[in-house]
């Protein structure tokens, strides 16, 4: 089975300073990893994924994850967060045959002036 | 912009009435999916279509029934739902297998 787990419920960092959501999973064998980010009443817009190769990976709004097979860890990083940033992140492991989609249970940012 | 469109964005609907929510994606991906989402928790997979095929159900009351009448579009026929319903109701589009899925913006379903 697979599994995904964000410690934190949430997330506060003031405008200008790093962004940091963390991720960490449990998958057999090579997992596939995404970033999404939701805002209020909207659907989720795809952020970033890892297959292979380069353990950073950059996506999309300035965000990068590292991925870290040791820790199983993919953490989502910004290196100054906007207010317009603040939402909520989720991450998600697909590995299992037939599409299978499994996500966090997601970490609410927020991003203050 | 998402090329992943879903009507309507809001729908109130009584215990017995019947409604339709409607998917529609212009990627020319193969499989398509639907998800339930609870306030400030992740989604949760209802139905996958792949090749217009039902490929996966996890195992969601028959008051839910999906269909897929082309490559393009996907519906979710609702009847008899019950109030712990009320939720947003996200459409996915993907290659299928390990690809990226793509949301639309979701349906506010409320039941009363």
């Known amino acids: 089975a697979q599994s995904v787990a964000q410690p934190e419920d949430q997330v506060n960092v003031a405008e200008g300073n790093p962004l940091t959501v963390k991720c960490t999973y449990s998958?057999?064998?090579?997992?596939?990893l995404f970033w999404y980010v939701q805002y209020p009443n909207r659907g989720l817009q795809f952020l970033l994924k890892y297959i292979t190769g380069d353990n950073l990976v950059k996506g999309s709004y300035g965000f990068e994850a590292e991925f870290n097979k040791s820790q199983t860890s993919f953490h989502l990083k910004k290196p100054s967060a906007l207010v317009s940033d603040s939402a909520l992140y989720f991450c998600?492991?697909?590995?299992?045959?037939?599409?299978?989609?499994?996500f966090g249970g997601g970490t609410r940012v927020l991003v203050k002036p | 912009d998402t090329e992943v469109t879903q009507t309507p964005k809001h729908l109130v609907m009584g215990m017995t009435n019947k409604k339709s929510l409607k998917c529609e994606q212009h990627?020319?991906?193969?499989?398509m999916y639907w998800y339930k989402q609870k306030a400030k928790k992740p989604p949760e997979l209802m139905f996958v279509y792949s090749y217009e095929k039902l490929s996966i159900n996890e195992s969601v009351p028959s008051r839910f029934s999906p269909e897929c009448p082309n490559s393009s579009l996907l519906n979710l026929h609702l009847h008899a739902l019950q109030p712990e319903d009320s939720a947003l109701y996200l459409c996915?589009?993907?290659?299928?297998?390990?690809?990226?899925?793509?949301f639309g913006p979701g349906t506010r379903l409320l039941v009363l």
């Open positions: 996915a589009a993907s290659r299928g297998g390990l690809e990226t899925q793509y």
């Open positions: 998600a492991v697909n590995k299992a045959a037939g599409n299978k989609l499994t």
């Open positions: 990627m020319g991906h193969r499989a």
């Open positions: 998958v057999s064998g090579n997992p596939y």
